[in-house]
Each structure stands twice: as C-alpha cells, then as structure tokens.
C-alpha cells in the first residue's frame, strides 16, 4: 500500500521533466543562465543523460560571463567624453570683464601683487601697459 502511494506520487513528478527543459531553455534564450542551469540540472536528476539538457548545460557554461552590456560601455565612453570636454573648456585662464582672455603679463602682474601684499610700481605699469592694449 505504501508502495503504491510512492509511486503515485512520484510518477507526476518523473514526468515533469519536459516542462523544467522548456522552462530552463526560455531562461536561457533570455539571458536568465543561472535559473535555466537550476531546471536544466533538475531535468537531469528527472531524466539522467537527457543530451537535449547536456548539450544546453555545456553552452552556458562555455559562453563567457556578459556582466558588462555594450550600451553599458557606450555609457561609460560618453560619460568620459563629456567630462574630458568640460575639462578643456573650463580651462581657458582667467578672463577680464569683457570676456576675453587675460594677456600673459597681466596674470604675471596680478599674481605679483598677491604675492606681495600690495601692488607694486612694477606690476602697475605693466598693467598699464598691458590696458592699452586690450
């Protein structure tokens, strides 16, 4: 009678193989490697030496491991591109207040009298000098 029971309950179960190999081939074809090896590997402890599940186990494990996606790299590129140009454009030098660049003497001039607490003759006549100029 035992007997009995476990075979009725067992037989549903030997027969699920067909849908664990189709669950696991859906999973693979998506992408899912992990969960289609779980159902493949449970097809072979359904049906031991089912080729089909051999064969779809063997091409994922010999496919190599896409954790990075091509439009993940395109991102990363672009990021670093625009970082890159930002860079470049935001270092002009410094600008006088009509918006264009400070001659080469005047930042001499300017860092001069930072740099002695005070403005010098010198850097003042350069700064005068460089005035007509601009």
């Not at 190999?21 to 899912?32: D, M």
């Not at 779809?56 to 954790?67: H, I, K, T």
């Not at 930042?107 to 607490?117: D, E, M």
């Amino acid at each position: 009678m035992t007997e009995a029971i476990l075979n009725c309950c067992v037989s549903p179960l030997q027969n699920a193989w067909p849908q664990h190999f189709q669950l696991g081939e859906i999973l693979k074809a998506y992408g899912h490697h992990q969960e289609a090896a779980l159902h493949l590997r449970h097809v072979l402890e359904l049906k031991p030496g089912h080729a089909p599940a051999l064969q779809a186990l063997r091409d994922m494990e010999s496919a190599p491991d896409a954790s990075v996606h091509g439009f993940t790299i395109v991102i990363i590129v672009l990021l670093a591109v625009g970082v890159v140009g930002w860079i470049f454009t935001t270092a002009d030098g410094p600008k006088n207040s009509e918006g264009s660049e400070l001659s080469t003497e005047h930042r001499h001039a300017v860092a001069a009298s930072k740099g002695t607490g005070g403005t010098s003759s010198l850097s003042k006549m350069r700064w005068k000098h460089n005035r007509r100029f601009l």
